[in-house]
């Protein structure tokens, strides 16, 4: 294993119209632009899990996206690629706020 930490790229989108369809479509796009990118170690999108409220859960988002990089530099590359760009082009007028939380990971 490499001494280098994984590069963990979190992003919550919160959408104008989040109703169930408008949710699975983005989660759709999420999988067709944004997964299998190289250097990717993990990679999920999904729906807000609505039945999880404890007083700690931030329930203030629609779609969640997770990519954990191998390394930074992959993410930096994965940041100015086509698919990604493409991604953020097709869906970025139907966000409402996005919010990224980038972390190192080991």
Not at 77 to 90: G, L, T, W
Request: with cysteine.
């Amino acid at each position: 294993m490499s001494d280098m930490p994984l590069l963990a790229h979190n992003v919550f989108f919160t959408l104008k119209d989040n109703s169930p369809e408008n949710c699975e479509a983005l989660v759709a796009d999420c999988h067709e632009f944004l997964s299998g990118h190289p250097g990717t170690a993990f990679f999920s999108a999904g729906v807000l899990c609505k039945e999880l409220a404890r007083p700690v859960n931030d329930h203030g988002f629609d779609v969640a996206l997770n990519v954990i990089f191998e390394t930074k530099q992959d993410q930096d590359v994965y940041q100015v690629s086509d698919r990604h760009i493409a991604f953020i082009e097709k869906n970025k007028e139907s966000w409402e706020q996005v919010r990224v939380f980038d972390n190192y990971a080991r």
